[in-house]
């Protein structure tokens, strides 16, 4: 019997997205069966882990399933069970005080239509060197650059010759997402990028012998494939972004390089990565976040995974600012977020799937007793302060 309630979380995701197996059915039936049933309400005590609570949460959820479906839960049936996704916790820090408030999915009644905006999804345009512009299929999530470009599935990015010349070695692509969008590409030496909302990547169509570069503007997570030199020696890697540089010779990493930003975010999962700025150069290890401005970058110790939830499809909202937690709701909801006053003195924390509307992010704001007001129509969210 699996309990890791990490691997819970994950198949109540595929069970949403449909994408469960019919072992993993299993082993989600038999995990529920092992908990007796407990309300969705979930109290905070001192002695509970985050883990602890989330599992707890689950099981709430998932004792749902039992009122609805017979324990073989047939297969045409799973999309009834759509709002299951909702297995998330949101904890929410009260300014200094700390006090501790536990919010789910679904609890809440839904959000009326008037206030509905839906997530982002697999959006990207590819733009060739000569400047034409292919809106690239909204079913398929990446593209493969390999002697021509095709999407994950094999299928041709495009049919009309317009790719003629893409296997030039001095050729540049470049790979743009929108806000609201995500989208992949596994680059001509097998090393994989997840770009994600309002994002830019400039990539080679190939890479010669000597130096493999790309260029970011925006934010991507990175996993690095070694390559090497025709005299064996190992070939590196380099990201050129906002007021840095990263050097790398294969790892996993995220980048959250925003034009917008004051400061770019380099946060390394594995490995090891040398970062250059305009005044020196610093070695990264696993799990340090190289936080860089104008002034210089310094470095300091963090959760990477919060860094690179995003990829997963979740928000992660741990040891994030409130503001910069907005900036990545405004991403994604394509949402202009305005601040009325001084930014709350509020620390959100916890997860939440993507795929959720702006319901989602609402409630979490009610919870928090922010006061806001959201145009629909302008998509603007208005954060007015701390409600009095």
Do not use: C
Not at 1 to 25: A, C, G, T, W
Not at 84 to 108: E, Q, S
């Amino acid at each position: 019997m699996i309990h890791d309630p990490k691997y819970i979380e994950q198949l109540v995701y595929k069970f949403k997205n449909n994408r469960i197996n019919s072992d993993e059915l299993q082993v989600l039936i038999d995990w529920y069966n092992s908990h007796d049933d407990t309300a969705v309400t979930i109290p905070l005590t001192a002695d509970e882990s985050h883990d602890q609570i989330k599992t707890r949460m689950l099981d709430g959820l998932l004792a749902q399933i039992k009122e609805e479906q017979t324990i073989r839960y047939p297969r045409s049936n799973i999309r009834k069970l759509y709002w299951i996704a909702a297995a998330v916790v949101l904890v929410v820090f009260l300014g200094i005080w700390a006090n501790h408030v536990y919010v789910d999915n679904h609890m809440t009644s839904p959000v009326s239509t008037s206030t509905t905006i839906e997530p982002g999804g697999n959006k990207a345009t590819l733009i060739l060197t000569d400047g034409r512009q292919i809106n690239l299929s909204t079913a398929q999530d990446g593209i493969v650059v390999n002697n021509g470009i095709t999407y994950g599935d094999g299928t041709t990015v495009q049919e009309d010759g317009s790719l003629d010349g893409v296997g030039d070695k001095v050729a540049k692509l470049v790979l743009q997402t929108p806000r609201g969008g995500t989208y992949q590409v596994t680059l001509p030496d097998g090393t994989r990028v997840w770009l994600n909302a309002a994002s830019k990547l400039t990539y080679p169509t190939d890479f010669t012998d000597e130096q493999r570069v790309v260029e970011l503007e925006g934010e991507a997570y990175f996993e690095v494939k070694s390559a090497y030199r025709t005299d064996g020696s190992k070939k590196a890697f380099k990201v050129i972004s906002s007021k840095q540089e990263i050097d790398v010779l294969g790892t996993q990493f995220n980048i959250s390089a925003y034009p917008d930003q004051t400061s770019s975010k380099t946060t390394l999962i594995e490995g090891k990565i040398a970062l250059t700025d305009q005044h020196k150069k610093l070695l990264l290890s696993p799990g340090d976040q190289a936080i860089t401005t104008n002034s210089g970058t310094h470095i300091h110790q963090v959760n990477a995974r919060n860094y690179m939830a995003w990829r997963d499809g979740k928000f992660s909202f741990d040891g994030k600012s409130f503001t910069e937690v907005m900036t990545e709701i405004g991403h994604w909801y394509d949402l202009t977020i305005a601040y009325e006053g001084k930014v709350p003195a509020v620390e959100l924390a916890g997860d939440a799937f993507r795929n959720q509307n702006i319901g989602l992010v609402l409630r979490v704001l009610d919870v928090a007793d922010i006061n806001y007001s959201l145009d629909t129509v302008k998509r603007k969210l208005i954060i007015k302060g701390k409600k009095i």
